[in-house]
């Protein structure tokens, strides 16, 4: 329990239920919506949107395909469902070409998106840089790119 004065303390649920409203205030607002309406204009083009992350940000990935897909009609993909694509060319051609060599074979193009769900990505440090790598090559190709990155 964390103390909050003298008289009460705060359980683990209230403290995090208080976190939870803090993060939420600190969301950029704008920013949000302005994704929404890029993503209704790339539903309008009939893109796609490619959706990457690692970790549990692949299963968030993965879930969020079948909400873009079945409530928002937008098509969407991910590599990671794709146990066997994913690990052969991981095997073949390495971790961290994975999602660029992906995007490549899905002719990803300007009327497409992608979205990254990350809490990093830094090369120097080796962090995510198949996600880096795929952004590089995702601007190089024309792609919208889309994010909600980073531990805060």
Known sequence: MVRIDALRTMTHSQEYFEQ??????SIDHEAVERIAAELVQLRERGGRLFLLGVGGSAANC???VNDFRKLAGIEAYTPVDNVAEL????NDE???TVFAAWLVTSKAGERDAVLVLSVGGDVERNVSVNIVRALKDAKRRGLAIYGIVGRD
Do not use: F, M, V
């Open 20 to 25: 939870s409203a803090e993060i939420a205030r």
């Open 62 to 64: 993965s879930h969020a």
């Open 87 to 90: 690990t052969a060319r991981t």
């Open 94 to 96: 390495g971790w961290d």
